[in-house]
């Protein structure tokens, strides 16, 4: 099979798809790599270190797309990506199509396999390709929240460990699953007061152990949320529910309810975010306020961190990458039912039920596909 390997062109998007090393693997299993020109600048690797590895160095994306069997990126497609995409071609990315009509519009017109590595699953049901991201994601959370909420950044000017004889900052994590998991470790090592709210008394259990008596874990009702958001310095969002949009938990009512100079963080952004005051900003433009609260909203947000995003990534993506080239993807597919949960549509089906759902297009279950 060849494979190609685009450079991202999602605003300040500098992860790229495969490493070298992955090159490397691809190659050893006898499969051609094409990389895009530059698509490792980001992470500090030349198109030398790849062509060392076996591949061949593209001039632009479109070289890429038209000659590659299976396209292999970080995030979705931009719309000038998925007008190159072709019948069949394989795309192995990211997708978060739920909230994103636009571009399942694209993809189911494009004809293309489009299997999304946030629906992919484990033989335990947990998510191993969103998981990598998650704790990226969940770490940085509380480093964004703690630079903005410095007053030269429109926050409140809290340390968000305090000081002796200061209290620390209070934050919420709404959320107790891998994002939640990871912010709440970071918050707790930066010494802040640490809240954790979830639905499921089985994460609270499993927080409670793993932290102890440090972390307060609370049942999520409503009047919980409403509270521990009106008393928090900082929110964390870190609500998902795997393939679907994320459901909307904290109402702007509640953000008019918290003090000025407070920041909220939704990392559940890709997946349309769940607080009713988000919409997506880019590493550029990170920040907007309303009702004088400081929203982060970055719906990339490991791409901040590319060198680091890269590596975790392909940690976890190369062998889902060695199987759909080796097998093919009616094949890998028939044979892992967790990778079939990651096809999201295919020749112009939507074969993600949350997806079918949030936007009334009809559902094909992957089997019928796969044979």
């Given at each position: 099979?060849?494979?190609?390997?685009?450079?991202?062109?999602?605003?300040?998007?500098?992860?790229?798809?495969?490493?070298?090393?992955?090159?490397?693997?691809?190659?050893?299993?006898?499969?051609?790599?094409?990389?895009?020109?530059?698509?490792?600048?980001?992470?500090?690797?030349?198109?030398?270190?790849?062509?060392?590895?076996?591949?061949?160095?593209?001039?632009?994306?479109?070289?890429?797309?038209?000659?590659?069997?299976?396209?292999?990126?970080?995030?979705?497609?931009?719309?000038?990506?998925?007008?190159?995409?072709?019948?069949?071609?394989?795309?192995?990315?990211?997708?978060?199509?739920?909230?994103?009509?636009?571009?399942?519009?694209?993809?189911?017109?494009?004809?293309?396999?489009?299997?999304?590595?946030?629906?992919?699953?484990?033989?335990s049901g947990t998510l191993p390709l969103l998981s990598p991201m998650s704790e990226v994601a969940g770490r940085l959370a509380v480093q964004a929240a703690a630079h903005y909420l410095e007053e030269p950044q429109g926050g409140k000017g809290v340390l968000i460990g305090g000081v002796p004889g200061v209290a620390p900052a209070s934050v919420?994590?709404?959320?107790?699953?891998?994002?939640?998991?990871?912010?709440?470790?970071?918050?707790?090592?930066?010494?802040?007061?640490?809240?954790?709210?979830?639905?499921?008394?089985?994460?609270?259990?499993?927080?409670?152990?793993?932290?102890?008596?440090?972390?307060?874990?609370?049942?999520?009702?409503?009047?919980?949320?409403?509270?521990?958001?009106?008393?928090?310095?900082?929110?964390?969002?870190?609500?998902?529910?795997?393939?679907?949009?994320?459901?909307?938990?904290?109402?702007?009512?509640?953000?008019?309810?918290?003090?000025?100079?407070?920041?909220?963080?939704?990392?559940?952004?890709?997946?349309?975010?769940?607080?009713?005051?988000?919409?997506?900003?880019?590493?550029?433009?990170?920040?907007?306020?309303?009702?004088?609260?400081?929203?982060?909203?970055?719906?990339?947000?490991?791409?901040?961190?590319?060198?680091?995003?890269?590596?975790?990534?392909?940690?976890?993506?190369?062998?889902?990458?060695?199987?759909?080239?080796?097998?093919?993807?009616?094949?890998?597919?028939?044979?892992?039912?967790?990778?079939?949960?990651?096809?999201?549509?295919?020749?112009?089906?939507?074969?993600?039920?949350?997806?079918?759902?949030?936007?009334?297009?009809?559902?094909?279950?992957?089997?019928?596909?796969?044979?």
């Amino acid at each position: 099979m060849r494979v190609g390997v685009p450079k991202e062109v999602k605003v300040r998007e500098n992860r790229v798809g495969l490493t070298p090393a992955s090159v490397r693997e691809l190659v050893h299993h006898g499969h051609d790599v094409v990389v895009e020109h530059d698509a490792g600048q980001g992470i500090g690797v030349s198109d030398d270190a790849y062509a060392r590895e076996g591949a061949a160095i593209a001039n632009d994306a479109a070289e890429i797309y038209a000659a590659c069997d299976m396209i292999v990126k970080v995030k979705e497609p931009q719309p000038a990506e998925r007008a190159m995409l072709r019948p069949g071609q394989v795309l192995f990315t990211y997708l978060h199509l739920a909230p994103d009509p636009a571009q399942t519009r694209d993809l189911v017109a494009s004809n293309a396999v489009c299997i999304a590595y946030e629906t992919v699953t484990s033989p335990s049901g947990t998510l191993p390709l969103l998981s990598p991201m998650s704790e990226v994601a969940g770490r940085l959370a509380v480093q964004a929240a703690a630079h903005y909420l410095e007053e030269p950044q429109g926050g409140k000017g809290v340390l968000i460990g305090g000081v002796p004889g200061v209290a620390p900052a209070s934050v919420a994590v709404i959320g107790g699953g891998v994002v939640g998991t990871h912010a709440i470790e970071i918050a707790l090592g930066m010494g802040a007061r640490v809240a954790v709210l979830d639905r499921s008394v089985a994460a609270l259990t499993r927080l409670w152990a793993q932290f102890g008596p440090q972390l307060t874990t609370l049942f999520a009702t409503a009047e919980a949320i409403e509270r521990h958001v009106a008393a928090a310095d900082v929110v964390i969002g870190a609500v998902l529910v795997a393939g679907a949009q994320a459901p909307r938990v904290v109402t702007r009512a509640m953000i008019a309810k918290m003090q000025p100079g407070s920041v909220v963080v939704d990392v559940a952004i890709d997946q349309g975010g769940c607080f009713e005051t988000s919409h997506p900003t880019t590493h550029e433009a990170p920040t907007y306020v309303v009702d004088g609260v400081v929203h982060y909203c970055v719906a990339n947000m490991p791409g901040g961190v590319p060198r680091t995003s890269t590596y975790a990534l392909n940690n976890a993506t190369l062998p889902f990458v060695l199987a759909l080239a080796d097998k093919g993807w009616k094949r890998a597919l028939a044979e892992d039912a967790g990778l079939r949960n990651g096809l999201n549509v295919a020749y112009g089906k939507v074969t993600c039920e949350p997806v079918a759902m949030a936007q009334g297009y009809p559902y094909t279950a992957p089997s019928a596909l796969t044979g």
